[in-house]
């Protein structure tokens, strides 16, 4: 059960995420999360897509340094003090977190979190038995 | 009336003289690297040269040339001419591994050296009233040892400061009165700067000249520095190979420095052919060390592009002036005063599992050198988190310091982001303006 990330090196130029997110148009590929994390010479763009295989594909061939991580995806209710308490069973369960970022669904009024730990089995088990649902790509189609 | 010069009889000897005296030292000179030296003879014999064939300096040409090359090759005794229990010092170039040189000294030797330092402080006005500030590194480099050999000769007060610390620079040079600076022209401008911040105007420096080397410089940045620190800005040349600062020095006309002619023989050549060009032709310098013991380098080639010139100059020395230097025949790169091959970047991505992709940009912000090095990422080591990409520049910023000795700033790139040629690639882009 995981979710998959795909990770691309970005560098600081005009114009770089233009490029990235029109190859990734034209090859009919659907964005549903994105973060971005930079420096002052470089960033690093993470997503969550519809398509893993067709995104790599294109945005490999287009020259970009791309690699796919596998990071727990966790859906949480839209109220106040979900993502507080998500990441308390985390930190309970002394889970290290490099990063996460979070995204709406269209269809359910849920939001989702992506998270990226230093053990992904340990924080789908901690975050499952403290009740929360774990979303798998499977998932990430009909969001 | 204040010294002009330190050694009169040979600053301003009539040049036919000096001529004379070049030959009678170049006779002998061969003779003791050839009898010394295996190495040399070696290079002499393949040439088909014997001693007997140098009669004077007109007989120069006929020598073969040395070059780093020979000098990493015969690391470390093979260019020694004289027993190790005769020498009393050893330098060495800055930190860099894969090219070091190492020169060594008799105590005439050291002698010598601090009689030319001793020559170009006396002619920036220094006297034994003098406070002279020594912002030079002490140790290895030859720069910090030379001008204070230089100034115990002359009588200066004598401030071993070495490099670095500027508030500490700064406190005793108004404290103590400094009236002469040696140290790199950008840390003198850094110096300048500082003393600025601090409130400090030109007529409350007690600083009246500087002794600036060890890196080029422009007359533009000279101008900065004289007008910041309110004093006579004065280039200085050498280099570790033969015997550090001092092989040549400006007097106070400013239009190219005198080189001691009496120690070092200079000629400029083609880089290419090795032609030995005619006086006022732009060419690669060489020098000839004349009566150095332990360490004689006969044609060494600097790889620094210069002309010489005799024209008479108003301070009344005769000595030959070769003009600051114009460029490199070379690849290397000068950056905050150490030298950095860029085939030792390249030696460091390779042994570091990188391919040998990169690109060197060198700019002067402030006065300072900045140094980044562009590398291209190891697909396999990418990771999708910060940390991951900057561990991986400190890394690679530690191996190039502990080659280099000096810091640089490392980016990694997108793999095949730096530009491949068609061509040649563009391995350096130096945006200093370092030459007139």
């Known amino acids: ?143 | 009336m204040e010294k002009r010069y330190y050694q009169k009889e040979i600053e301003t000897m009539p040049v036919e003289d000096i001529k004379k005296l070049q030959s009678e030292k170049l006779v002998k000179q061969v003779k003791h690297v050839y009898e010394n030296v295996p190495y040399y003879k070696k290079l002499m014999d393949e040439k088909g040269v014997t001693p007997d064939d140098i009669k004077g300096i007109e007989d120069l040409h006929k020598l073969p040339f040395l070059s780093k090359a020979d000098l990493r090759d015969a690391y470390p005794y093979g260019l020694l001419a004289k027993p190790l229990n005769e020498c009393v010092r050893i330098h060495s170039t800055s930190g860099t591994t894969g090219r070091r040189v190492v020169a060594f000294y008799t105590q005439h030797d050291v002698d010598l050296w601090e009689d030319c330092c001793a020559r170009a402080i006396v002619a920036a006005g220094g006297s034994n009233e003098d406070v002279l500030q020594v912002a030079y590194g002490y140790g290895l480099f030859t720069g910090g040892a030379g001008l204070h050999g230089g100034g115990h000769k002359v009588g200066c007060l004598t401030l071993p400061m070495s490099s670095g610390n500027t508030e500490r620079q700064i406190q005793f040079m108004m404290d103590l009165n400094s009236t002469i600076l040696c140290c790199t022209p950008s840390y003198a401008a850094y110096m300048g700067e500082s003393l600025k911040e601090q409130g400090y105007t030109p007529d409350t420096i007690p600083l009246k000249a500087g002794i600036f080397g060890a890196e080029a410089w422009t007359n533009e940045m000279r101008h900065q520095i004289e007008e910041t620190l309110g004093i006579k800005a004065y280039d200085i040349y050498g280099l570790t190979e033969t015997s550090g600062p001092g092989v040549a020095f400006e007097c106070e006309e400013q239009t190219g420095m005198h080189i001691n002619e009496d120690h070092f023989l200079a000629e400029i050549i083609d880089p290419e052919t090795g032609e030995v060009l005619p006086e006022g032709s732009k060419g690669e310098l060489v020098f000839t060390a004349l009566d150095k013991e332990a360490f004689p380098l006969l044609r060494y080639r600097t790889r620094d592009i210069c002309v010489l010139s005799r024209e008479k100059c108003s301070c009344g020395r005769t000595l030959i002036k070769m003009a600051k230097p114009m460029g490199r025949s070379d690849d290397m790169l000068i950056i905050r005063g150490v030298n950095v091959f860029p085939s030792q970047i390249e030696t460091v991505l390779l042994n570091e599992g990188y391919q040998p992709n990169y690109q060197i940009v060198i700019d002067r912000v402030n006065n300072n050198d900045t140094f980044d090095v562009l590398v291209e990422m190891n697909p396999e080591n990418f990771t999708d988190t910060v940390s991951g990409v900057t561990k991986q520049e400190k890394a690679l910023a530690n191996a190039m310091k502990v080659m280099l000795g000096i810091n640089p700033n490392v980016k990694l790139v997108a793999p095949k982001s730096i530009a491949r040629s068609e061509g040649k690639a563009v391995r350096v882009v130096d945006k200093r303006k370092l030459y007139d």
Do not use: C, W
């Open chain 1, 1 to 143: 059960m995981s979710l998959k990330q795909l990770t691309i090196f970005v560098e600081n130029k005009k114009g770089a995420l233009v490029d990235i997110t029109k190859t990734l148009a034209d090859n009919n590929v659907n964005l549903r999360a994105l973060s971005i994390a930079d420096t002052q010479d470089f960033g690093i763009l993470r997503l969550i897509v519809n398509d893993n295989e067709t995104a790599t594909k294109a945005l490999s061939d287009a020259g970009y340094l791309i690699k796919m991580t596998d990071v727990v995806g966790v859906k949480i209710g839209d109220q106040p003090g979900k993502l507080s308490k998500a990441l308390e069973v985390l930190d309970k369960a002394d889970i290290n977190m490099e990063y996460l970022y979070a995204f709406m669904a269209r269809t359910e009024k849920h939001a989702y979190v992506v998270l990226r730990v230093a053990n992904n089995d340990e924080a789908e088990k901690a975050l499952e038995d403290a009740g929360f649902h774990m979303i798998t790509d499977a998932d990430v189609d009909k969001l």
